[in-house]
């Protein structure tokens, strides 16, 4: 009986004694959590906000043929290359007033105009380099409908685009932006939007002790545009105007460019009209017809050479249908004339093989929507040199794109 108790009295001591180590050691986490939580505050952690990274890439795989068709003469051969594009970015959305993005591509250090990459050369690694680089600053205070944006960014995004008649695709401009009217991602939003830019096209730019004097050797570009996204009743539209004056371009290097233009003695203040107008044929198959009509305001009386009968370029196209979804299907066609001194190499360079103005002829192509993140698409290009009846070039491209 005596051991009995003396047992009972030992488990309530050792009860208790595991109760107070416990609490004991509840109270000390407590104390350390405490005193993180208090240090953070301190240190103003207590506003950090989630960064939402917003990861984007994609995958283009092509087959692309070439050839040049001169009247009367035979033995000509295509050139075929199988090309990839590949490129990924991260946008992260660091808070309501502060976003950036940052994105490596495939491409050449010698072509302004493509991200693509030739297999070529016996299975070498590829070279990556960098696309995007930017910060977007929207202030809370305008509603978020200002973006202040430096860096380096896709044309896109940074600009007001409805075509690829003055910009090609490719480009990714360098400098700073001021945006009304188009979200974080660089899309118009319904009503009036605008862009302002100056942009960096080359620093330190020829021997300066052989300019003119007060004559800076740095060219730039300075751009503003101005357009207006409505609906009426089922049919929606956008209309816009844009000005671009390149700064001291005629002492721009051109060995950047293939093939090389020759800009001595020319200006390019280019003026731009552009629009779109669409609708649904049905209620998974939209249309749309946009136009661009772009001329170069300068003249020869200031720029010898210049040939003010050549200044002038457009570009007309229809699309049917948008492949945004699995089983759907997209078909479109443009016609494009671009004079001698209407445009720069920055205009698209897929066209004429290389050639980017004194040009006309026609596009057309299309693209299905095969799985999840999957499309195919063809393109046809058919041009030749204004003036020249004697050859036409034609280009053949299969692509492969995914998209994730």
């Not at 890439?57 to 003469?73: A, K």
């Not at 203040?269 to 305001?297: C, H, M, R």
Request: charged content about 20%; some cysteine.
């Amino acid at each position: 009986m005596v051991l009995c108790v003396a047992h009972e009295d030992m488990r309530k001591e050792f009860r208790n004694f595991t109760e107070h180590i416990t609490q004991t050691n509840s109270i000390f986490v407590m104390r350390k959590v405490a005193l993180i939580v208090g240090l953070a505050a301190s240190l103003g952690f207590n506003n950090a906000q989630a960064v939402d990274w917003n990861w984007k890439g994609d995958i283009r795989e092509r087959y692309q043929s070439e050839l040049t068709d001169t009247h009367g003469v035979t033995g000509e051969h295509s050139r075929d290359r199988y090309r990839t594009r590949v490129r990924l970015g991260v946008y992260p959305w660091i808070n309501e007033e502060l976003s950036a993005g940052v994105q490596l591509s495939t491409g050449s250090s010698s072509e302004t105009t493509s991200r693509n990459e030739t297999f070529d050369d016996q299975f070498l690694p590829d070279a990556i380099y960098l696309n995007e680089a930017f910060i977007d600053y929207h202030p809370t205070a305008l509603n978020g409908n200002v973006n202040i944006i430096l860096g380096k960014r896709a044309v896109a995004s940074s600009l007001i685009v409805v075509n690829d008649l003055v910009w090609d695709s490719d480009l990714t401009f360098e400098g700073a932006t001021v945006q009304y009217g188009k979200d974080a991602d660089g899309k118009e939003k319904d009503g009036l939007s605008a862009v302002a830019g100056y942009y960096m096209l080359n620093e330190n730019q020829g021997d300066k002790n052989s300019l003119p004097a007060g004559r800076e050797a740095d060219a730039y570009l300075v751009v503003g545009q101005v357009a207006y996204k409505g609906e009426v009743t089922d049919i929606s539209y956008q209309l816009g105007a844009a000005y671009y004056d390149y700064v001291n371009y005629d002492y721009q290097v051109a060995s950047t460019y293939k093939p090389a233009p020759n800009y001595t003695g020319k200006d390019f203040n280019i003026v731009e009209f552009f629009g779109s107008v669409g609708g649904q044929l049905t209620d998974t198959l939209p249309w749309k017809v946009s136009g661009q009509y772009a001329f170069n305001t300068a003249k020869h009386a200031d720029w010898i050479n210049i040939d003010d009968s050549k200044r002038d370029s457009y570009l007309v196209e229809l699309k049917i249908g948008d492949a945004k979804q699995v089983g759907q299907w997209s078909l479109y066609g443009d016609y494009v004339r671009i004079e001698q001194d209407a445009l720069t190499v920055l205009t698209d360079s897929d066209r004429n093989r290389g050639t980017a103005t004194n040009l006309e002829g026609f596009k057309i192509g299309g693209v299905y929507h095969l799985v999840q993140n999957m499309t195919l698409g063809v393109n046809y290009f058919n041009f030749k040199t204004i003036g020249d009846n004697t050859a036409t070039s034609h280009i053949f491209m299969a692509d492969v794109v995914v998209k994730f």
